[in-house]
């Protein structure tokens, strides 16, 4: 290279060099400007706009809890009410730290002392305690995890933390850690903006006044009032009147998404069974209201009540606890007697009603408990256990016959006799086993003497057989037998629902047999097959009673306010009777039926059932008994559930012309049937309740 061209080469170096650092410069300088104008845009132009930010608060909703509404008997006397408590409260504001929590939670057990049972729960859950751990000795314990451990997030992170705390750890925290730790639990179990209970047990004045006079180091913190629910009347009527969520369960799972559509909070009490929930909605009252304003940091300040809320309206049952305890005695005393005669015998349960508007009266069922050798309430067995009644569906069955037309008030005469049918042993009516009692009898007598042989004759014409032939066939359609006495019996309120303003009633039951042999829809026609529950057999005579109405049965009478006095208040709403259907036969026919139900007690008929009534009733009553041979299903170990037993039961109404009360009895487990025992009880009831009235 020629040295003219080297030194133009150098020139051309030397002159790129300086351009690039002016470049650089340049660029630097162009972005301090840049920065510089951004910050007094920031600080001129905007900078009140982004201090108003910081200082922002924004406006928000905190619901708190009112006392449910009362239950009082049908004379206003308080069956289920409120205690009022003094309470530790505690609102969680929007992005308050689990560390945050546990500072305040450290500083308010200076003050209060959480319950015995508040620590047992506690102990008894060792996450707790983990999550209590975790959250004082976080630094430690994040020394222990591994590096890929680290780089874990969230739930997963939280979990492999937990598992390095060593058991002996958590399991020697101090008294007042613990103490402190239930506190926590209490405080983290809340959501955002929520209200909760830190204890509402037993609060001492003391703490309410120590945590009054240190709010300002409390965030979230107050005092308030509690309820709790209690029972005057002890256990009557207990599992009827239902019961309610503590605030640790809330809300009930197969409920929450519906009841949080409707406002509830998570942790809310709510009904959880018959009463308390079929009303809820009644019960709950109205939410009190505060306008709470929360800091950019997601604390809350200042609160003003907007609405204090409204307490739950009331309900006032039909039932009398003065009646109602009457019939419990008699029940109970009646299931003393019998289980001492018969072992196995040990349930009685008793449903009065008003015939006319479907208010239950009564609702008794007693129990003998084998464990603690104490006769026990089973008062939901009236509604959810389901017993083979024999015959005293007898008066359903006459209708039923007159329904389907294979009875009528011409043409209702048949020969009671007993039924042997080839290959079959003999059917037949108590009082003529032997066939020595045969005659020809009409439907009023076929009830008072309580003929089998009559209402096998009316399902056999149901199932197209008009005919008998002692050794013969029987040759009828089993499956139409069984279908047309299930529709006809349903038109009663026997297998189905009753329509009874309480959750979980039973429809009975169907032996799983009825297909293969026809001699069982005979059985059937005299209450020998299905089962039904005492309620269904009460609103069935009910129905007789009032002349062919099915009406609901319900318990609740009518809801009312709460007057200043905090007494029960003006009527809000009255439970009308709810009409079901009417049953489709005249009443000429309901007439027979009852005629023949007043005969088994007054009549003449050497083979009247129901004699023993008469004695010493104070008023007139027409009936029917009925017994029934059944398979034991009580809790005697030393009876094998399937043991032959027998239930007797009764059904009537009083009085026999004017019905002013309609009763169902039934006695399952008896060893035979040489007792009355349903005839005894049904007296002592209607003598109880027309003695009472006087």
């Known amino acids: 290279m020629s040295e003219g061209k080297a030194n133009n080469?150098?020139?051309?170096?030397?002159?790129?060099?300086?351009?690039?650092?002016?470049?650089?410069?340049?660029?630097?300088?162009?972005?301090?400007?840049?920065l510089i104008l951004r910050l007094g845009v920031l600080q001129l132009v905007?900078?009140?706009?982004?201090?108003?930010?910081?200082?922002?608060?924004?406006?928000?909703?905190?619901?708190?809890?009112?006392?449910?509404?009362?239950i009082y008997d049908s004379q206003g006397r308080e069956l289920v009410g409120n205690k009022a408590m003094q309470a530790i409260t505690y609102t969680r504001s929007t992005q308050v730290s689990a560390v945050e929590m546990m500072k305040t939670a450290k500083v308010l057990s200076q003050y209060i002392q959480m319950t015995p049972e508040s620590i047992a729960d506690l102990e008894n859950n060792p996450r707790d305690l983990q999550d209590y751990w975790a959250i004082i000795h976080e630094k430690e314990l994040n020394k222990r995890?591994?590096?890929?451990?680290?780089?874990?997030?969230?739930?997963?992170?939280?979990?492999?933390?937990?598992?390095?705390i060593k058991p002996e750890e958590w399991q020697g925290l101090t008294s007042a850690e613990k103490q402190v730790a239930a506190i926590f639990k209490r405080m983290n179990g809340t959501y955002a903006l929520t209200?909760?209970?830190?204890?509402?047990?037993?609060?001492?004045?003391?703490?309410?006044?120590?945590?009054s006079e240190n709010l300002t180091e409390l965030p979230g913190v107050d005092t308030s009032t509690d309820w709790q629910r209690i029972y005057p009347q002890e256990d009557m009527l207990k599992s009827i009147l239902g019961s309610v969520t503590t605030e640790k369960v809330g809300l009930p799972e197969d409920q929450?998404?519906?009841?949080?559509?409707?406002?509830?909070?998570?942790?809310?009490?709510?009904?959880?069974?018959?009463i308390e929930k079929q009303y809820e909605t009644v019960l709950s009252g109205s939410k009190s209201q505060s306008e709470t304003e929360v800091d950019a940091n997601g604390q809350a300040s200042d609160s003003i009540t907007t609405y204090s809320g409204a307490k739950g309206d009331n309900l006032v049952l039909t039932i009398n606890i003065d009646f109602q305890n009457e019939v419990e005695e008699i029940v109970k005393n009646a299931v003393s007697s019998t289980h001492a005669s018969y072992y196995m015998a040990d349930r009685i349960y008793v449903v009065v009603s008003n015939p006319h508007n479907g208010e239950i009266l009564a609702l008794v069922g007693k129990r003998y408990n084998y464990e603690t050798d104490e006769i026990e309430d089973d008062a939901l067995g009236t509604m959810n256990s389901q017993y083979t009644m024999g015959s005293s569906v007898?008066?359903?069955?006459?209708?039923?016959?007159?329904?389907?037309?294979?009875?009528?008030?011409?043409?209702?005469?048949?020969?009671?006799?007993?039924l042997k049918?080839?290959?079959?042993?003999?059917?037949?009516?108590?009082?003529?086993?032997?066939?020595?009692?045969?005659?020809?009898?009409?439907?009023?007598?076929?009830?008072?003497?309580?003929?089998?042989?009559?209402?096998?004759?009316?399902?056999?014409?149901?199932?197209?057989?008009?005919?008998?032939?002692?050794?013969?066939?029987?040759?009828?359609?089993?499956?139409?037998?069984?279908?047309?006495?299930?529709?006809?019996?349903?038109?009663?309120?026997?297998?189905?629902?009753?329509?009874?303003?309480?959750?979980?009633?039973?429809?009975?039951?169907?032996?799983?047999?009825?297909?293969?042999?026809?001699?069982l829809a005979l059985d059937?026609?005299?209450?020998?097959?299905?089962?039904?529950?005492?309620?269904?057999?009460?609103?069935?005579?009910?129905?007789?009673?009032?002349?062919?109405?099915?009406?609901?049965?319900?318990?609740?009478?009518?809801?009312?306010?709460?007057?200043?006095?905090?007494?029960?208040?003006?009527?809000?709403?009255?439970?009308?009777?709810?009409?079901?259907?009417?049953?489709?036969?005249?009443?000429?026919e309901i007439n027979n039926v009852k005629k023949g139900m007043y005969n088994v007690i007054y009549g003449n008929h050497k083979y009247g059932t129901g004699r023993k009534l008469k004695e010493d009733l104070v008023t007139t009553m027409a009936a029917k008994t009925g017994t029934a041979e059944a398979f034991y299903g009580g809790g005697a170990a030393s009876y094998p559930q399937g043991t032959l037993v027998t239930n007797l039961t009764l059904v009537g109404y009083a009085p026999a012309d004017n019905p002013e009360i309609a009763l169902s009895v039934v006695v399952p487990y008896l060893g035979n049937d040489k007792t009355s025992v349903n005839q005894a009880v049904a007296k002592e009831v209607v003598n109880a309740y027309f003695n009472m009235k006087k």
Do not use: C, W
């Open 421 to 519: 049918f080839r290959g079959t042993e003999s059917k037949s009516s108590y009082f003529n086993r032997a066939g020595g009692e045969n005659q020809v009898m009409n439907d009023i007598t076929a009830l008072e003497v309580s003929s089998n042989s009559y209402m096998m004759q009316i399902a056999m014409r149901m199932g197209g057989q008009y005919t008998y032939t002692p050794n013969g066939n029987l040759e009828i359609d089993k499956n139409e037998v069984f279908s047309k006495l299930r529709n006809y019996y349903r038109q009663f309120g026997l297998g189905v629902e009753t329509g009874i303003d309480l959750p979980g009633e039973s429809t009975g039951g169907r032996p799983p047999i009825e297909s293969s042999i026809a001699g």
């Open 394 to 418: 007898k008066g359903a069955t006459v209708l039923a016959g007159y329904m389907d037309g294979v009875i009528t008030l011409n043409n209702s005469a048949i020969l009671e006799q007993p």
């Open 145 to 164: 995890l591994k590096k890929k451990e680290k780089k874990l997030e969230g739930a997963k992170l939280y979990d492999v933390q937990l598992s390095k």
């Open 256 to 274: 929450a998404s519906a009841l949080m559509a409707k406002g509830y909070a998570r942790n809310d009490r709510v009904g959880n069974s018959y």
């Open 195 to 211: 209200t909760t209970f830190i204890k509402s047990k037993d609060v001492l004045d003391t703490e309410i006044a120590a945590v």
């Open 524 to 588: 059937f026609s005299f209450g020998q097959f299905d089962t039904y529950t005492p309620l269904q057999l009460n609103q069935y005579i009910s129905t007789v009673a009032n002349g062919g109405q099915r009406i609901a049965p319900h318990v609740v009478k009518e809801v009312r306010g709460t007057d200043e006095n905090g007494q029960l208040g003006a009527i809000k709403y009255v439970v009308e009777p709810n009409l079901l259907n009417n049953i489709n036969v005249g009443q000429e």
């Open 46 to 70: 905007k900078g009140e706009q982004f201090e108003a930010e910081v200082q922002r608060t924004e406006k928000t909703y905190i619901t708190g809890n009112v006392p449910r509404g009362m």
């Open 9 to 34: 080469a150098i020139k051309k170096k030397k002159s790129h060099i300086p351009f690039r650092l002016n470049l650089l410069f340049f660029l630097v300088f162009f972005l301090f400007a840049t």
